[in-house]
T-cell receptor, first 115, second 113 residues
């Protein structure tokens, strides 16, 4: 357990509304990531953060923005939700241990449905 | 760019059968390789990993060997159980930069009693 929580765990919203998903970690990890999981695609990286206020785009960043104003929270925002953003969203942290390769650990996920 | 290819599922086995899930990769550097498992309704859990050629990762009876010459990281288990039914993801991470993960599409394993 890497101390990662996501909220909400489930959300149903309508097309065109803004949505914010929250990822919270308790162990002061520097790196955090947002992925989406879709059938037939595995997991794809949306955005990641390498420190407070330091973020960058991943493979599927269009339509998403992120913010990280403090170490423990990484927010993912859909400015105007579309049906193609219906998905399961996972947050991850990267754990670094001296002498061992860095490893990502995942939160429990948020299931988002856009009607 | 980097990519990971897994065998398509579902893989259907009887309890105590031998399991192999194939995974091959393409990478520009010398990546670390991972297997994650996702049980129904849950998030991803790290199953095992290997960081360099010929390393063998193992956990809960599962094994995978990093084969640089064939760019493969096949997952094996000698005797599967019903509780192993899940989706298995192969992934790689370049050991530089921001270490983002590139995933395969996942392979569903169904084990019947």
């Amino acid at each position: 357990d890497a101390g990662i929580t996501q909220s909400p765990r489930h959300k149903v919203t309508e097309t065109g509304t803004p949505v914010t998903l929250r990822c919270h970690q308790t162990e002061n990890h520097r790196y955090m990531y947002w992925y989406r999981q879709d059938p037939g695609h595995g997991l794809r990286l949306i955005h990641y953060s390498y420190g407070v206020k330091d973020t960058d785009k991943g493979e599927v960043s269009d339509g998403y923005s992120v913010s990280r104003s403090k170490t423990e929270d990484f927010l993912l925002t859909l400015e105007s939700a579309t049906s193609s953003q219906t998905s399961v969203y996972f947050c991850a942290i990267r754990e670094s241990r001296g002498g061992s390769t860095d490893t990502q650990y995942f939160g429990p996920g948020t299931r988002l449905t856009v009607l | 760019g980097d990519s990971v290819t897994q065998m398509e599922g579902p893989v259907t086995l009887s309890e105590e059968a031998f399991l192999t899930i194939n995974c091959t990769y393409t990478a520009t550097g010398y990546p670390s390789l991972f297997w994650y498992v996702q049980y129904p309704g849950e998030g991803l859990q790290l199953l095992l990993k290997a960081t360099k050629a010929d390393d063998k990762g193992s956990n809960k009876g599962f094994e995978a060997t990093y084969r640089k010459e064939t760019t493969s990281f096949h997952l094996e288990k000698g005797s599967v159980q019903v509780s192993d039914s899940a989706v298995y993801f192969c992934a790689l991470s370049e050991n530089s930069g921001y270490s983002t993960l590139t995933f395969g599409k996942g392979t569903m394993l169904l084990v019947s009693p």
